[in-house]
């Protein structure tokens, strides 16, 4: 072999592995991407069955139910439009209130129930994932015509539950 050819061959062989360190690190990442969506992004069926994903919005008020085991928490999650029941075992957050905004991580179960593996807290008056206040202006829009939300002036801090 010529060594124009030898180098050729070297290259073409680095470009395989750069590829397969691609394609390998990408499909890892595949089952880690955790999406977001809006209670009635959920009913109208745009979030994956099956999958882990992330649901937002508010706590509905009067919808917190606590089993007797002290762990195990009903509540639904609400973006003025539509609401997603949604089951939690586990400590909550301080901040965890009805009313006050949310973010749940976990799956869309067959029973149309949301089984969330964490929930998450905001910290502060001011601040709402963009998601959600999306959501919640857009709501806010098709019931009245008008967006009734202001846009968030503080930085995003949640607090993730234990």
Excluded: C, W
Aim: aromatic letters at 8%; proline letters at 6%; charged letters at 20%.
């Amino acid at each position: 072999m010529k060594p124009r050819q030898k180098r050729l061959m070297f290259i073409i062989a680095g470009l395989a592995l750069v590829a397969a360190a691609v394609g390998l690190v990408l499909f890892a990442l595949k089952d880690n991407v955790s999406l977001y969506f809006t209670p009635t992004q959920v009913y109208h069926k745009e979030a994956p069955q099956g999958r882990s994903f992330r649901i937002g919005g508010l706590v509905e008020e009067g919808s917190v139910k606590r089993q007797g085991d002290g762990l195990t928490v009903y509540f639904n999650i609400t973006d003025t439009a539509k609401s997603m029941p949604v089951v939690y075992k586990g400590i909550l957050p301080d901040l965890f209130k009805e009313g006050k905004g949310v973010v749940a991580q976990g799956k869309l179960q067959d029973d149309n129930v949301f089984h969330a593996e964490e929930v998450l807290a905001k910290h502060d008056e001011n601040y709402m994932p963009p998601e959600a206040m999306h959501a919640l202006e857009e709501a806010a829009k098709s019931q009245s015509g008008v967006s009734a939300v202001s846009s968030p002036a503080a930085a995003p801090t949640l607090t993730p539950a234990k």
